[in-house]
């Protein structure tokens, strides 16, 4: 009887703190997770290999840092008041973050105020907004780009003769620098010759047309140099179909599937390479950080590379070239 008196308060403790387990139990069972951070990713356009490389790039961020992705983007890289009202719909949205690659330098600058006036940090990719409340860029360095890209006609031309640039946007920033570079690179040699400087809207028929209406009118043409993906393929469609491969070299932007196949058929000689596999998954990354309050740095140049048919199948060219083949 004693014995069973003495071992009452101590079963009662037991059970007590067995209640209390159970009860902590429930509540931690009943505690809802944490929510995972929603980003906004704005494009420049939903069409090209190069853009369909940089959704690559921040699905793959997206999947490692655990949060989710909306993709929006107008058909056309001209539309900048198309982009500009996906920009609102991100920015009414709600989002933690929002990706950005900027249609137009000036005009993207208020929306992106905005977003970051409510507390939503913006992460500039490829190209460059006029707005100091922008985290971060992540891109190319373009001016560099466009010496790049004289550097190779030089090599590939020489020193003299008439060449033609086929830009894509009069005014756009991403078109200035790489512009820019470019000339103040063939200006070291005075008896190259600039004798066109066309822009094809980001349109390939454009820029097909343009580049038979130059050859037409200086059939002394030695060079051409296209400075965006979209041109690109239009200059060599235009060479290819006046039979003119043997003699007019052309250096272009980018390295689609398309112009990797022109370039080992001898139509474009040299292409300028970014890393857009790299732009989409930095962005991203660097716009889960700020999203959480940690600072991120206010430029990364992800490179630039200059492939030919002699250093196109090198392996570390090949990782550039193809990023999402293991």
Same mark, same amino acid.
């Given at each position: 009887?004693?014995?069973?008196?003495?071992?009452?308060?101590?079963?009662?403790?037991?059970?007590?703190?067995?209640?209390?387990?159970?009860?902590?139990?429930?509540?931690?069972?009943?505690?809802?997770?944490?929510?995972?951070?929603?980003?906004?990713? +704005?494009?420049?356009?939903?069409?090209?290999?190069?853009?369909? $490389? +940089?959704?690559?790039?921040?699905?793959?961020?997206?999947?490692?840092?655990?949060?989710?992705?909306?993709?929006?983007?107008?058909?056309?890289?001209?539309? +900048?008041?198309? =982009?500009?009202?996906?920009?609102?719909?991100?920015?009414?949205?709600?989002?933690?973050?929002?990706?950005?690659?900027?249609?137009?330098?000036?005009?993207?600058?208020?929306?992106?105020?905005?977003?970051?006036?409510?507390?939503?940090?913006?992460?500039?990719?490829?190209?460059?907004?006029?707005?100091?409340?922008?985290?971060?860029?992540?891109?190319?360095? *373009?001016?560099?780009?466009?010496?790049?890209?004289? =550097?190779? &006609?030089?090599?590939?031309?020489?020193?003299?003769?008439?060449?033609?640039?086929?830009?894509?946007?009069?005014?756009?920033?991403?078109?200035?620098?790489?512009?820019?570079?470019?000339?103040?690179?063939?200006?070291?040699?005075?008896?190259?010759?600039?004798?066109?400087?066309?822009?094809?809207? $980001?349109?390939?028929? $454009?820029?097909?047309?343009?580049?038979?209406?130059?050859?037409?009118?200086?059939?002394?043409?030695?060079?051409?140099?296209?400075?965006?993906?979209?041109?690109?393929?239009?200059?060599?469609?235009?060479? =290819?179909?006046?039979? &003119?491969?043997?003699? +007019?070299?052309?250096?272009?932007?980018?390295?689609?599937?398309?112009?990797?196949?022109?370039?080992?058929?001898?139509?474009?000689?040299?292409?300028?390479? =970014?890393?857009?596999?790299?732009?989409?998954?930095?962005?991203?990354? *660097?716009?889960?950080?700020?999203?959480?309050?940690?600072?991120?740095?206010?430029?990364?140049?992800?490179?630039?590379?200059?492939?030919?048919? *002699?250093?196109?199948?090198?392996?570390?060219?090949?990782? &550039?070239?193809?990023?999402?083949?293991?």
């Amino acid at each position: 009887m004693d014995k069973t008196m003495k071992l009452g308060p101590l079963i009662f403790a037991i059970l007590a703190a067995a209640v209390s387990m159970s009860s902590c139990m429930r509540n931690t069972e009943t505690t809802p997770t944490e929510k995972k951070k929603h980003l906004e990713v +704005v494009l420049r356009s939903q069409n090209g290999d190069y853009w369909k $490389t +940089v959704k690559m790039g921040a699905e793959v961020a997206a999947k490692e840092f655990d949060v989710t992705l909306d993709f929006r983007a107008p058909d056309d890289e001209g539309d +900048v008041k198309g =982009q500009i009202a996906l920009m609102e719909q991100s920015v009414q949205s709600g989002p933690d973050a929002i990706v950005l690659a900027a249609n137009d330098y000036k005009d993207l600058s208020g929306v992106v105020n905005d977003a970051e006036g409510r507390g939503i940090p913006v992460v500039a990719i490829d190209s460059e907004v006029e707005s100091t409340k922008a985290r971060s860029f992540i891109g190319a360095n *373009n001016y560099e780009a466009g010496q790049l890209a004289g =550097q190779q &006609l030089i090599k590939l031309a020489g020193t003299k003769g008439n060449i033609a640039i086929v830009s894509f946007k009069q005014g756009e920033r991403n078109t200035e620098l790489r512009e820019q570079g470019l000339l103040d690179e063939i200006s070291k040699y005075p008896a190259i010759k600039v004798i066109a400087k066309v822009y094809s809207m $980001t349109d390939r028929g $454009t820029a097909d047309q343009l580049t038979q209406g130059i050859i037409e009118k200086y059939p002394h043409l030695d060079g051409i140099v296209a400075l965006n993906e979209i041109s690109s393929i239009g200059v060599a469609d235009a060479i =290819q179909r006046m039979n &003119l491969q043997d003699k +007019v070299k052309i250096i272009t932007f980018d390295s689609t599937s398309e112009e990797l196949e022109l370039l080992q058929e001898g139509v474009i000689q040299a292409t300028i390479i =970014q890393n857009p596999f790299s732009i989409g998954y930095l962005g991203v990354k *660097n716009a889960v950080e700020a999203s959480r309050g940690k600072k991120i740095p206010g430029r990364v140049d992800t490179g630039i590379k200059a492939i030919d048919l *002699n250093n196109m199948f090198w392996s570390d060219n090949q990782k &550039l070239l193809f990023p999402f083949i293991k």
